[in-house]
T-cell receptor, first 113, second 112 residues
Framework: NAGVTQTPKFQVLKTGQSMTLQCAQD?????MYWYRQDPGMGLRLIYY???????DKGEVPNGYNVSRLNKREFSLRLESAAPSQTSVYFC????????????FGNGTRLTVT | DAKTTQPPSMDCAEGRAANLPCNHS???????VYWYRQIHSQGPQYIIH???NNETNEMASLIITEDRKSSTLILPHATLRDTAVYYC?????????????FGKGTKLSVIP
């Protein structure tokens, strides 16, 4: 039981390049989330998916797109990376029960030069 | 969601209880108090949550005041591995997805 798995762990991009961050969970959770964490800023929600087939914007969605490929997988795409997107990205999932907590992956550290 | 206030940092001697306070004076009746922690560069880890009764699990205890305007997370016997940033979050769960607002938390340093 791996929980939430994120790939890659590290990535360096040049400005304008594109990439997709992958996330998969094996807990049969309905809801999945993408957060970014910047120094001194806490975690900020980028996008979330309440269930397979639905996605919604969070606090900071600009410059990102997401795909809920199936119940297990939720990917985050940067179409044209910018230095402002240098950050640590965390994927999370939660079960359907009332007040279920979030389970996080260990993050992808992205640097855009 | 109600706003929370936590001290930016705290120290605790190894083996002693760590008591981490959180103020949430604007909490409403259907909002829960959640605690997470983040150990150096890892993803946040859920610790415990509660509505109004005190809660205990294998990791920690959560004490919520009777007026629910503040709470305390207690790590009964802190170890060096408990050094982390601890986040107190107040949130009203909704059906399906929901959003948690993570602030800056309290950096707990456990000292040998």
């Amino acid at each position: 039981n791996a929980g939430v798995t994120q790939t890659p762990k590290f990535q360096v991009l040049k400005t304008g390049q594109s990439m997709t961050l992958q996330c998969a969970q094996d807990m049969n959770h309905n809801s999945m989330y993408w957060y970014r964490q910047d120094p001194g800023m806490g975690l900020r929600l980028i996008y979330y998916s309440a269930s397979e087939g639905t996605t919604d914007k969070g606090e900071v969605p600009n410059g990102y797109n997401v795909s809920r490929l199936n119940k297990r997988e939720f990917s985050l795409r940067l179409e044209s990376a910018a230095p402002s997107q240098t950050s640590v990205y965390f994927c999370a999932s939660s079960g359907p029960g009332w007040g279920e907590p979030l389970h996080f992956g260990n993050g992808t550290r992205l640097t855009v030069t | 969601d109600a706003k929370t206030t936590q001290p930016p940092s705290m120290d605790c001697a190894e083996g002693r209880a760590a008591n981490l306070p959180c103020n949430h004076s604007t909490i409403s009746g259907n909002e829960y108090v959640y605690w997470y922690r983040q150990i150096h560069s890892q993803g946040p880890q859920y610790i415990i949550h509660g509505l109004k009764n005190n809660e205990t699990n294998e990791m920690a205890s959560l004490i919520i005041t009777e007026d629910r305007k503040s709470s305390t997370l207690i790590l009964p016997h802190a170890t060096l591995r408990d050094t982390a940033v601890y986040y107190c979050i107040v949130h009203r769960p909704g059906a399906g997805s929901y959003q948690l607002t993570f602030g800056k938390g309290t950096k707990l340093s456990v000292i040998p």
